[in-house]
């Protein structure tokens, strides 16, 4: 069976493709601008060539469930490929589009309050499966999305930002993840700056990324601001303590890296003490970093449970108080198991018990 044409580096798609050389250029604009996934109707292409690439096919990606929820504001997919299922989430805003992807089938970093971490890692993804992600929600956008309200979409119907914070540890999928990030600026035309990349922090691929793609947003899941209680939430740590992580996210920022996020999930009378907030704001006052606070998403089969309100404004609150910058996200898509790790696990619990 031929590689999809996703799937294919540049060089392999000038093989495919043929001279002259500006057929690469319209074959990629239909790929990652026009989101085409039917060769047929590209064109501007001849004839033969389109029914040559017909034949070898776009897509990786198949998508097995498609879910809708906070009134059409979120989206969550589950695709299948090659074997590996593979979420992906759409947040819509009234000024923005933002979607979530999975750099890895599964995630071995094994953190007890996430789903993709208990159900364990199947296997690397290909940048070109990084990228179907995108290409998946950009349709869905211009296709059902667009003409919703009439005259008057509720968000804008292309895609903005691009997150990846979705299944997997970016940084222990590097080469594929770099080399998406390298597409989605050179071919979708989305800037480095709306692209950003989370990880629990590896040090030395944080140093190796300021060289390979320094504009993007680097967001540490921080989780824990010392290692006692980072070990147990954030396992890596053991090998990766706090300190180490920091100095490399001071390599970055010195190498001319964009500005760090720090991402904190509150979890109910774990990690949300207005102590653990004086330690946070202290680390982010030290990276000049901006604190996303967000109330864990709650998945089963675990004891870790969101931190209630009141606790969730009280720690907002005196990482304020304490000088730092700090934001309180609202999870998205609750009702439709849009946390990382959560369909895939629905998905495979129903096909056991059917
Ligand atoms: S929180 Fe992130 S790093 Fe931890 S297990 Fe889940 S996907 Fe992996």
């Given at each position: 069976m031929s590689t999809p044409l996703l799937l294919l580096d540049d060089t392999e798609l000038a093989g495919v493709v043929g001279p002259p050389a500006f057929r690469v250029r319209q074959v990629k604009r239909w790929l990652y601008e026009v989101a085409e996934t039917d060769p047929r109707a590209m064109t501007d292409l001849p004839t033969t060539l389109r029914e040559h690439l017909s034949t070898i096919g776009v897509s990786a990606l198949e998508t097995a469930e498609k879910r809708l929820g906070d009134g059409g504001m979120t989206v969550k997919w589950l695709h299948t490929s090659a074997g590996a299922e593979i979420e992906t989430v759409l947040m819509r805003y009234p000024r923005r589009t933002t979607v979530c992807v999975s750099s890895q089938a599964g995630c071995a970093m094994r953190c007890p309050f996430c789903a993709t971490g208990q159900g364990g890692f199947a296997r690397q993804l290909a940048a070109g499966e990084i990228i179907e992600q995108v290409l998946v929600a950009a349709r869905w956008l211009r296709d059902e999305a667009g003409g919703e309200d009439g005259d008057?979409?509720?968000?804008?119907?292309?895609?903005?930002n691009v997150v990846f914070m979705g299944m997997g540890e970016p940084l222990a999928n590097y080469t594929a993840v770099v080399g998406a990030v390298q597409r989605l600026r050179s071919d979708c035309g989305i800037g480095a700056r709306h692209i950003t990349v989370s990880t629990i922090g590896i040090p030395d691929r944080i140093r190796t990324l300021a060289n390979d793609a320094p504009p993007v947003t680097l967001a540490w899941s921080l989780h824990a601001p010392h290692d006692d209680l980072r070990d147990r939430l954030v396992p890596p740590n053991r090998r990766w303590p706090v300190a180490d992580v920091r100095s490399a996210l001071h390599d970055w920022r010195s190498a001319g890296g964009r500005r760090i996020t720090i991402e904190y999930a509150l979890i109910d009378g774990i990690n949300d003490m207005p102590e653990l907030a004086l330690r946070v704001a202290s680390i982010a006052r030290d990276l000049e970093a901006h604190v996303n606070c967000i109330p864990l998403n709650p998945t089963g089969g675990t004891a870790y449970r969101p931190s209630p309100h009141g606790r969730i404004r009280a720690f907002v609150s005196a990482l304020r108080e304490a000088g730092a910058n700090a934001t309180l996200r609202q999870n998205r898509g609750a009702g439709i198991d849009a946390a990382c790790g959560q369909l895939r696990a629905r998905h495979g619990l129903e096909h056991r018990t059917r």
């Open positions: 008057a979409p509720r968000s804008p119907t292309r895609i903005g």
